[in-house]
């Protein structure tokens, strides 16, 4: 399985596409600059002993069997609104959290993907696991990731995904409700900030 991490040199993407290696997929590295996206999966590669490599993002997405959307949501559009046929019917995991507004059901993670790309199978996950949690070197994570979506097979190919990567994944709803994930990601964030600490991420109890 091949999956291309679209922002995979950014805080975020890096930490999935070092799990992603260490878990033994086939990883590209997606980036505006495919020097950069080189230099970082080549980087990943040494480290990890994984098959890592980088291109631009729009070859990245062609050659993926499933991507991964680690982009800031202010940049978005413009890396995806030209992607559309090497993203066509493919699984699209949308790991954005907006910070400058409050997302709602029609503006939210995995809804702002679809609304570029139309005929991708677009989930969102991983919103509210940090990056420091993503990129620690243990195989298995503390922390739950909830998973929305419309399309069950890409809810469950997201939640394997995530379960190879050392998460407890849940299907945690529609698609236009992934606005809640978002919602607790400012929690978490603000609980980071108020302790002092840079891995404090959310686990489910009593499943
Ligand atoms: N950081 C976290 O702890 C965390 C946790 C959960 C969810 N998220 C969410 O996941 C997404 C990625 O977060 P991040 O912290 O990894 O972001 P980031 O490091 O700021 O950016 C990720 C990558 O996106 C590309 N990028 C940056 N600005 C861009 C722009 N204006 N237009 C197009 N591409 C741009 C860059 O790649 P190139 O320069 O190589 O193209 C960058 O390396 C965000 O939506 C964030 O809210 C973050």
């Given at each position: 399985?091949?999956?291309?991490?679209?922002?995979?040199?950014?805080?975020?993407?890096?930490?999935?596409?070092?799990?992603?290696?260490?878990?033994?997929?086939?990883?590209i590295?997606?980036s505006?600059?495919?020097?950069?996206?080189?230099?970082?999966?080549?980087?990943?590669?040494?480290?990890?002993?994984?098959?890592?490599?980088?291109?631009?993002?729009?070859?990245?997405?062609?050659?993926?069997?499933?991507?991964?959307?680690?982009?800031?949501?202010?940049?978005?559009?413009?890396?995806?609104?030209?992607?559309?046929?090497?993203?066509?019917?493919?699984?699209?995991?949308?790991?954005?959290?907006?910070?400058?507004?409050?997302?709602?059901?029609?503006?939210?993670?995995?809804?702002?993907?679809?609304?570029?790309?139309?005929?991708?199978?677009?989930?969102?996950?991983?919103?509210?696991?940090?990056?420091?949690?993503a990129?620690?070197?243990?195989?298995?994570?503390?922390?739950?990731?909830?998973?929305?979506?419309?399309?069950?097979?890409?809810?469950?190919?997201?939640?394997?995904?995530?379960?190879?990567?050392?998460?407890?994944?849940?299907?945690?709803?529609?698609?236009?409700?992934?606005?809640?994930?978002?919602?607790?990601?400012?929690?978490?964030?603000?609980?980071?900030?108020r302790?002092?600490?840079?891995?404090?991420?959310?686990?489910?109890?009593?499943?």
């Open positions: 399985m091949v999956v291309a991490v679209l922002g995979g040199t950014g805080k975020l993407g890096l930490g999935l596409v070092h799990r992603l290696a260490r878990a033994k997929y086939q990883v590295v997606g505006r600059d495919p020097d950069k996206a080189r230099g970082v999966a080549s980087v990943v590669s040494d480290e990890t002993g994984g098959l890592v490599k980088g291109e631009a993002n729009l070859e990245a997405a062609g050659l993926a069997d499933m991507i991964i959307a680690a982009l800031p949501v202010a940049g978005m559009r413009d890396v995806l609104a030209g992607l559309g046929e090497a993203t066509r019917g493919k699984v699209v995991i949308d790991t954005s959290v907006d910070m400058a507004n409050m997302p709602g059901q029609i503006d939210c993670a995995g809804v702002r993907v679809r609304s570029i790309l139309e005929d991708v199978r677009a989930t969102a996950a991983f919103q509210t696991i940090p990056a420091a949690v990129r620690s070197q243990g195989t298995a994570a503390d922390c739950h990731v909830f998973v929305f979506g419309d399309d069950p097979e890409a809810c469950r190919a997201t939640v394997d995904l995530a379960g190879a990567l050392g998460f407890d994944a849940v299907v945690s709803g529609a698609l236009s409700d992934a606005w809640m994930s978002e919602s607790i990601t400012r929690m978490l964030i603000g609980l980071n900030i302790y002092k600490k840079r891995s404090i991420g959310m686990r489910l109890v009593g499943l």
